[in-house]
């Protein structure tokens, strides 16, 4: 046979392959999500995400710094409140001293060039379980938008470097931006949750936070998997209202959407890779079905193929060990 085109030339050896590589992942492209609980010395793994733990925030301090030390750069934070401080309103959200906002504070302190992007939603702080405030069995939108707006406003005090809004409420992302601007808040950016799909992939999240809703679902707000129009339409709207990265969540079963945004919008894309898939892939490697190690690192570069410029993920501080070495 006489091929001019071999393509298996460009496979012949790792050197060869590392050469032509198109996809190279780092740490620089990881945000690590962390649990936050009350009280000190606490260290809960959670049963259902296997190697994460919700930490008291002494620490939280010290998991961070060792974050740091592996070069992961990034954040996002997610806190555990006790019960008695929930209610319908969320107030407890904007609480100058409560724990989110006690925590930014203390992780600026300590490592000052840490990343911070604070989730921005309501459920771990209402006795319903959901993002927004209940009126007559539904989840109101304008009520909650303002609700946001102090939660974010207390972050951006706190410290917080990016607002991070996982609500899926209509215009809150404008609301936001003004507030910060009219507040002196330049600087702050906005990560918006534009593609937040209502996905089954979110249980351990839930367990993690005692955050499931105490009835129905949150398909009201959340999106239809279905629908990948509604994705585009929603992040478009999301960057004019002023936001600087837009997310896609979950990850890999929504690929499809990340690799249309990366071809339409110039602002950077960031993709949860979340807890159902962490657990997913946990529990195939424990049983010997898949390599740990490997799928790891292929699952997050895949996700990079695709047009991700950041990754939020539960392996951050595994897989930047696994790319340290």
């Known amino acids: 046979m006489i091929l001019y085109n071999r393509n298996r030339r460009l496979r012949a050896s790792?050197?060869?392959r590392d050469l032509v590589k198109e996809t190279v992942l780092t740490t620089d492209d990881f945000i690590?999500?962390?649990f936050i609980a009350e009280g000190e010395n606490v260290k809960e793994e959670i049963s259902s995400m296997p190697g994460i733990f919700r930490r008291s925030?002494?620490?939280?301090v010290k998991e961070v710094k060792e974050l740091w030390s592996l070069g992961v750069k990034a954040i996002n934070i997610y806190v555990k409140i006790s019960e008695n401080l929930k209610d319908n309103t969320g107030k407890e959200a904007w609480n100058k001293n409560g724990l989110m906002q006690n925590s930014i504070r203390a992780i600026k302190d300590a490592i000052p060039e840490m990343v911070i992007m604070?989730?921005?939603a309501l459920d771990p702080y209402s006795i319903y379980g959901h993002d927004g405030i209940v009126e007559d069995g539904k989840i109101v939108n304008d009520v909650t938008v303002d609700a946001l707006v102090k939660m974010s406003l207390s972050h951006a005090e706190a410290g917080a470097d990016f607002i991070a809004p996982s609500d899926m409420m209509d215009g809150r992302v404008a609301a936001i931006r003004e507030a910060l601007e009219e507040n002196g808040f330049h600087e702050v950016g906005i990560m918006s949750y534009a593609a937040k799909y209502a996905s089954s992939y979110y249980g351990p999240f839930r367990d993690a936070l005692n955050s499931a809703p105490g009835f129905g679902d949150k398909k009201t707000?959340?999106?239809d998997y279905a629908n990948s129009k509604e994705a585009i339409n929603e992040a478009l709207r999301d960057i004019e209202e002023g936001a600087d990265i837009?997310?896609?969540k979950p990850g890999l079963p929504y690929l499809?959407?990340?690799?249309?945004?990366?071809?339409?919008?110039?602002?950077?894309?960031?993709?949860?890779?979340?807890?159902?898939?962490?657990?997913m892939i946990k529990a195939a490697a424990k049983n010997g079905w898949l390599d740990n190690d490997k799928i790891i690192?292929?699952?997050l570069t895949c996700i990079k193929r695709a047009g991700a410029s950041l990754i939020s993920t539960y392996f951050a501080k595994e897989a930047a060990k696994l790319l340290n070495r």
Not at 57 to 60: E, R, S
Not at 257 to 278: A, C, N, R, T
């Open 14 to 16: 790792q050197a060869v």
């Open 32 to 34: 690590m999500p962390i």
């Open 57 to 60: 925030l002494d620490l939280t």
């Open 118 to 120: 604070p989730d921005v």
């Open 221 to 223: 707000y959340q999106m």
């Open 246 to 248: 837009i997310m896609v």
């Open 256 to 279: 499809d959407i990340v690799s249309k945004l990366s071809q339409i919008v110039d602002v950077p894309i960031s993709v949860f890779q979340v807890s159902g898939e962490y657990a």
């Open 297 to 299: 690192i292929e699952s």
